[in-house]
């Protein structure tokens, strides 16, 4: 009897949660793909936040880095974003590339022009250094000795830039709301104006 009525006590609660006939709402996918070196990519950074803010209860946010041919130093730089996820978290990664942006002009081709990689792994070491991300056995040596790991580094960074080319990114920032790539967007949007992309999206 004391079983029963425990078991009838526990459905009950479950019921309660979640009323017969509210699945509860499945979140979509928006894939988000920035270039570090891209000025318009550093633009749609600035109002992600509270693009994020404004849609999280609808949409999973993922954010790819990817790199165009105009920008020799944004593949060194998603290797560092890489590096960072692999040995530092997601968390990590997202600081890494927060502190990208706020500290763009310091690897722009006008900055670094014919450059060697050692001189530009420098920068973006020293970038992550400033951050906060690098600590004790996380340091300049390592990072740097590892930065271009082909298996570790370097091919899962590429996986990331194959991952663009199949939504057909061909420039930055792109966004990709449930697999279908939004072929006219602004970097400069807000809330607002995404909102009435979500709305037409929805609306098809």
Partial sequence: MRVSLLLYFFFSHCYALSPPGKAPMTKQSWKIFWDLQCPFAKKNWERFPEIKKRFADQFDFSVYLTSLAFHPQ??????????????????ARFKFIDACYANQERYTNKALGDARMSEIDSVFCD????????????????????VHDWTE??????EEHKIAMGYGVFGTPKHVIEDELVLESESSWGPD???NVVDRLKSQ
Avoid: H
Avoid at 74 to 91: S, V, Y
Avoid at 127 to 142: H, R, S, Y
């Fill in 193 to 195: 104006e995404w909102a």
């Fill in 153 to 158: 580094v370097v091919k899962p960074a590429y």
């Fill in 74 to 91: 944004a593949f060194p730089g998603q290797c560092a974003a890489k590096l960072i996820e692999n040995f530092k978290g997601t968390d």
């Fill in 127 to 146: 970038i992550a250094k400033e951050a906060g991300i690098l600590d004790e056995k996380f340091n300049e040596d390592f990072f740097l000795a590892n």
